[in-house]
């Protein structure tokens, strides 16, 4: 069964939430701040986690940074707060998804699905001989989901790596932004070009020499990105 934490100080909402995906058949665990939040994480291994930013004690931003110290588990925000800049933050701290309120429980469900879904394939994908992708120096791993360049590993989050590994896997095809999105959030595009953006500039910042000028993930002007060709 997912087990799945539920972040979030409003009585009101988290059990809402509890309520219909227990109905789900996931298993809920809640924390109503951000200490808290932490301390479960620590004691507990779960499937996914909803997160509020506005929590008491400990900000959501700053559970976010403790969970990446030490997994990517699927991290799906929840708040209030819609402007781009906590949107680009809590993306560029390695979150998965970011609802905002008021929102539906069933988008929620879906959401919650498809980030899942996209881990435990992953998961299941341990074949006895490993599956290698590589260009030029990078080496992906498919079998242990594994990032090396010249022998050292590379920490790439679990978007971060889905985007690599379809422009490793598809080398002389170019992807748009909203091809991209559909591929790798498995779920419909909604003019949300942010997401992809900060998560291909959070790429390059980790696989590129030089970020300002790559050579694995190029950017295709008026179309979309696609992998270089020249490695």
């Given amino acids: 069964m997912n087990r799945i934490l539920i972040v979030e100080d409003d009585a009101e909402i988290s059990e809402m939430l509890t309520n219909y995906l227990t109905a789900e058949n996931y298993e809920v665990t809640c924390a109503i701040d951000g200490q808290e939040a932490c301390t479960l994480f620590d004691q507990s291994t779960f499937s996914l986690i909803l997160l509020d930013l506005m929590i008491p004690k ?5 559970v976010i940074q403790h969970i990446r110290k030490s997994s990517f588990v699927p991290v799906i925000i929840i708040s209030a707060k819609d402007s781009e800049t906590d949107k680009t933050l809590g993306l560029g701290l390695g979150v998965d998804d970011y609802i905002t309120k008021p929102f539906s429980v069933a988008e929620v ?11 435990t394939q992953y998961d299941s994908s341990s074949a006895t001989t490993p599956e290698i992708l590589s260009a030029g120096d990078l080496v992906m791993n498919l079998s242990n989901y594994t990032i090396t360049k010249k022998g050292g590993n590379i920490e790439l989050t679990a978007k971060e790596f889905d985007i690599l590994k379809l ?23 909604f003019g949300d070009e942010n997401a992809v953006t900060v998560h291909i500039s959070r790429l390059r910042n980790k696989i590129e020499d030089d970020s300002r000028n790559p050579r694995y993930v190029l950017t295709v002007w008026g179309i979309g990105y696609k992998l270089g060709d020249k490695l």
């Fill in 58 to 62: 400990i900000s959501g931003m700053d």
């Fill in 109 to 119: 469900l879906a959401r919650i699905k498809a980030n899942i879904r996209r881990t």
């Fill in 167 to 189: 422009l490793l896997q598809n080398p002389k095809k170019v992807y748009s932004k909203e091809k991209i999105y559909s591929l790798v959030w498995h779920d419909a595009y």
